[in-house]
């Protein structure tokens, strides 16, 4: 029977990292996958997150189940820090996910019980595992222009004509700040468009944020999708706890519908749990139960917020540092854009070619459509990252 299976195509970020892991090299320069390195090069565990494991540890006195949603302390400290107060607690449904790709796959997953023929317009560029998800639900995807290769910014005029033809039924996934794969994110201003255009369409919002607190700060990266809260109709959020609390494994994440009103959120709240409950019952807690320590306890909260405004401030500085390097050794600013962009990522503008000379030649390892993470950046590095860029002929 399972030779009946057809092979399926690998994820192309973690065949990086694994030809990277198996490169010789003492000298190869890492900059694939999406985790956060500090300047010696490692993802450590955050001090709010030893110290709220170590609670847990002490205080835990069961592991019994909890209930199928999720824990609801983490899904309300979780909708405070994403949605702040754009919309009241009573138009709220939510589940705790493994992950934001859970998160994603549940929305994605309601999405479709609401209406199998939704089309799901995603932003071209995007993260991979959004076209695959849409794929394997058998869902309907529609590229809108999302990001100008040349000008190395935003097409705003380009998504709004292609989301113009989005419609009630449809779902528009957003990402909520630092793109991924781009680094070009949404003014407050472009937020306020795509919020007045869906409520002519009439089309649903699936806004994907998996990086708050990495581009401009925790509350200014939540305010683009509390824009659409506070005014469209419904709206579904995918939110990550991977990143900005560097628990990449323990996977949690949350989704949240907002409905127009309690009916309406009682009918997702119960589809929600139901998706839950079909696909693995109880969601991951210990991720879940470790953020909840951290929100609600004041002092480790601050705590945490100055570590991640650490993080948030070194991947900026190397952002900087390698436009202002590549402006001295290459006597132009082409390359501005990678300080004035947001979060862990953005393209260099690099053909495939031009990718595999920098990894065989160089030892620098980035994704093939020349996505860097800036966070695998150091003031060594950057010469070193610079020059290879200068020598393949950027
Ligand atoms: N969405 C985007 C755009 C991402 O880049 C990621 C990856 O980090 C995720 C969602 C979800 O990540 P995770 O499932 O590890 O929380
Ligand atoms: O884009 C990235 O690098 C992160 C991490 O299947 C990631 O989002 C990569 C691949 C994957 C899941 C997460």
Redesign the pocket.
């Known amino acids: 029977m399972l030779a009946g299976l057809s092979s399926q195509t690998p994820d192309k970020i973690m065949a990086l990292m694994r030809a990277y892991a198996a490169d010789p090299r003492t000298d190869k320069i890492d900059l694939g996958v999406?985790v956060f390195r500090d300047p010696a090069g490692r993802t450590p565990v955050m001090a709010a997150v030893k110290t709220a494991e170590e609670r847990l540890w002490r205080n835990q006195d069961t592991k019994t189940y909890v209930a199928l949603e999720g824990d609801p302390a983490y899904l309300a400290a979780l909708s405070g820090l994403v949605l702040g107060d754009a919309v009241p607690a009573d138009r709220r449904a939510a589940i705790a996910t493994?992950?934001?790709?859970?998160?994603?796959r549940m929305g994605l997953e309601l999405a479709r019980l609401a209406n199998p023929s939704a089309r799901i317009f995603v932003p071209d560029p995007?993260?991979p595992?959004?076209a695959a998800i849409i794929g394997f639900l058998g869902l309907e995807r529609v590229d809108y222009r999302y990001y100008d290769a040349q000008a190395r910014g935003l097409n705003i005029e380009g998504m709004l004509a292609d989301l113009g033809r989005a419609g009630p039924g449809d779902v528009v996934l957003l990402?909520g700040c630092c793109h991924?794969p781009t680094g070009a994110d949404l003014s407050a201003q472009d937020w306020q468009a795509v919020a007045g255009l869906l409520t002519e369409t009439g089309a649903m919002a699936m806004v994907?944020i998996?990086?708050q607190g990495f581009g401009a700060g925790l509350e200014a990266d939540a305010e683009g999708l509390r824009i659409l809260a506070g005014q469209v109709p419904e709206l579904l959020v995918?939110t990550?706890?991977?990143?900005n609390f560097g628990i990449?494994r323990e996977?949690?994440?949350a989704l949240f519908a907002l409905a127009p009103d309690g009916p309406t959120r009682d009918l997702a709240q119960s589809n929600l749990t139901m998706l839950n409950r079909q696909t693995y019952a109880f969601p991951p807690d210990h991720g879940a139960r470790v953020v909840t320590e951290i929100l609600t306890d004041p002092d480790l909260r601050a705590d945490w917020q100055a570590e991640l405004e650490g993080m948030r401030l070194h991947m900026q500085r190397q952002r900087q540092g390698l436009a202002d390097t590549l402006r001295d050794l290459g006597g132009s600013d082409r390359f501005a854009h990678l300080g004035a962009q947001r979060g862990m990522f953005s393209l260099l503008g690099a053909t495939p070619d031009q990718v595999e000379r920098m990894r065989a030649e160089h030892g620098v390892y980035m994704i093939g459509d020349s996505r860097i993470n800036v966070a695998g950046l150091s003031p060594d590095l950057i010469p070193r990252v610079a020059q290879a860029m200068l020598a393949v002929g950027l």
């Open positions: 999406g493994p992950g934001g790709t859970g998160a994603v995007s993260w595992n959004h990402h991924n994907d998996a990086y995918a990550s706890c991977s990143k990449y996977r949690a994440g």
